[in-house]
């Protein structure tokens, strides 16, 4: 059996490549959304710890709903994430954003 290639899928722009890359490599999205979140959160991590406020837990909240927004457009408009990912990534979400409320009060 001949491996599919893009020309085959007669796609065009962003979305047909994600498609496209969705379907021959399956862990490649998720890999993207979990560098996309480490990134996100140690930017705002060390970005608010040079003014002496990095706090681990808000950085993970914060990586974890702007992780969650970019799935949930990519859900909506290309189709390529399933349902069990973005319920995963709302799991991340929400648990780090109750550790961050919870030790926000404490201190």
């Not at 998720?30 to 060390?46: D, K, Q």
């Not at 799935?71 to 990534?89: A, H, K």
């Amino acid at each position: 059996m001949a491996s599919l290639t893009i020309q085959d899928m007669n796609v065009t722009g962003l979305d047909g490549v994600l498609i496209y890359i969705a379907n021959a490599v399956p862990i490649f999205i998720p890999t993207l959304l979990i560098a996309i979140w480490i990134g996100v959160t140690t930017v705002i991590y060390f970005g608010t710890r040079k003014f002496g406020q990095g706090d681990i837990f808000v950085a993970f909240a914060a990586g974890g709903f702007l992780t969650f927004v970019i799935g949930v457009i990519m859900t909506l408009s290309f189709g390529i994430i399933n349902n069990y990912t973005l319920v995963t990534i709302a799991g991340i979400l929400i648990v780090s954003a109750l550790i961050g409320l919870t030790k926000r009060n404490r201190d």
